[in-house]
Every structure is written in structure tokens, then in C-alpha cells.
């Protein structure tokens, strides 16, 4: 959790997401978490540009630290 200027989020780190229990554990913490600040998982994975999963958004690493978020 990060919070900046009033204004919170959660991020939760993965190298890879190689298959459907890691995808399960590293978005399903996020998942679990009832409100409606922004909520990212970052990995080294290829990702396709609008990849979300169950709300939460999936991004590269590069995207993440050039980003402004």
C-alpha cells in the first residue's frame, strides 16, 4: 500500500506469473480488499495494453516505473 498526497493504492510485485495459482495468489490479496482505490500487480510478463483481472490492473515493470501513477 502507497499512499501520496491523500490519495492511496496497492501494489503487489510478481516476477512472473506463470501459471493459474500464482495468477490466483499474487491478484487474489488484492481482490479480497473492499475498497475503490486503484490496485496494480507488476511483473516482467509480456502484457497485452488493457489487462485487467478481476478489477485490477496487470502492468510491466518498465511501464510501471515510467509511469506517473
Not at 510485485?13 to 490496485?39: C, H, M, Q, W
Amino acid at each position: 500500500m502507497a499512499e501520496k498526497n491523500g490519495e492511496r493504492l496497492y501494489i503487489q510485485v510478481s516476477y512472473l506469473l506463470y501459471d493459474k495459482k500464482t495468477i490466483e495468489r499474487e491478484f487474489g490479496n488484492l481482490a479480497e480488499i473492499a475498497d475503490n482505490y486503484p490496485k496494480y500487480v507488476v511483473s516482467m510478463d509480456e502484457i497485452k495494453p488493457t489487462n485487467t483481472y478481476k478489477g485490477i490492473q496487470h502492468i510491466h515493470l518498465r511501464e510501471f516505473l515510467l509511469t506517473d501513477i
